[in-house]
C-alpha cells in the first residue's frame, strides 16, 4: 500500500543532541512537509520541498534542518539550537495540485 | 500573513444530532479547502475537500464553501460517538503551501 512512513514513533533528545526524524512516502509525490504540533494547537510549518535538493523555510524553521536528496525522503533534523523542541511532528506530502495533504503517523519527541 | 479561524470549541452535540463546524480564512487567493479529522495522539486523516461554490457531500458529511464570504463548513448528520474529535480545516491557494486552522474540538455525547 502506498502511503508516507515516519520513524521512530517516539524519540528522546538529550540537551545539546541532534536528533532526525525520518519521513519517506512512496506515493510518488513531489511535494513534502514537515509540521510541528503542539498539545491542543494547531499545525505549524517547519520546512517544506517542492522538488528534490529543494527546500522553503516555513513559519518556524529555526532550530531544525532538512533535506531533499531523493524524491521518496524528506529527513528533519532538530538540532541542539532549537530549546523547546518537545511535540509531535507530522510528515506529509502532495500529489498533483490542487490535491490534499496526506500525513505520515506523526513522531513524539521529548526531552531527556 | 494568511491565516485560519476556527471556533476551538469544545463543540458538544447529542448523538444523532446534527454538528456544524465553521472556519473563515483571510486570503481570498485561496482555491482548494480541506477538513481533516484528528483524534488524539494521531494524526490528522482527510474527511472532505471541496473546491467549488456551494456543497459537497460525502455520506454523512457535507462541505460547505462560500468564497465570497471566506468561509467553509463542515456538517456531520447523525453525529456518532465515535465522531468525537479536533476537526482541522486547511486553505490552499494552488502554491502547494498549506494553512491550517487552530482545529476545533468536537465532542457528541451518547
Known amino acids: 500500500d502506498g502511503g508516507i512512513t515516519q520513524s521512530p514513533k517516539y524519540l528522546f533528545r538529550k540537551e545539546g543532541q541532534n536528533v532526525t526524524l525520518s519521513c519517506e512516502q512512496n506515493?510518488?509525490?513531489?511535494?513534502m512537509y514537515w509540521y510541528r504540533q503542539d498539545p491542543g494547537q494547531g499545525l505549524r510549518l517547519i520546512y517544506y520541498s517542492q522538488i528534490v535538493n529543494d527546500f522553503q523555510k516555513g513559519d518556524i524553521a529555526e532550530g531544525y534542518s532538512v533535506s531533499r536528496e531523493k524524491k521518496e525522503s524528506f529527513p528533519l533534523t532538530v538540532t541542539s539550537a532549537q530549546k523547546n523542541p518537545t511535540a509531535f511532528y507530522l510528515c506529509?506530502?502532495?500529489?498533483?495540485?490542487?490535491?490534499?495533504?496526506?500525513f505520515g503517523d506523526g513522531t513524539r519527541l521529548s526531552i531527556l | 500573513q494568511k491565516e485560519v479561524e476556527q471556533n476551538s470549541g469544545p463543540l458538544s452535540v447529542p448523538e444523532g444530532a446534527i454538528a456544524s463546524l465553521n472556519c473563515t480564512y483571510s486570503d481570498r487567493g485561496s482555491q482548494s479547502f480541506f477538513w481533516y479529522r484528528q483524534y488524539s495522539g494521531k494524526s490528522p486523516e482527510l474527511i472532505m475537500f471541496i473546491y467549488s461554490n456551494g456543497d459537497k457531500e460525502d455520506g454523512r458529511f457535507t462541505a460547505q464553501l462560500n468564497k465570497a464570504s471566506q468561509y467553509v463548513s463542515l456538517l456531520i448528520r447523525d453525529s456518532q460517538p465515535s465522531d468525537s474529535a479536533t476537526y482541522l480545516c486547511a486553505v490552499n491557494d494552488y502554491g502547494q503551501n498549506f494553512v491550517f486552522g487552530p482545529g476545533t474540538r468536537l465532542s457528541v455525547l451518547p
Open positions: 506529509a506530502s502532495t500529489g498533483q495540485e490542487p490535491g490534499p495533504q496526506h
Open positions: 506515493l510518488n509525490h513531489d511535494a
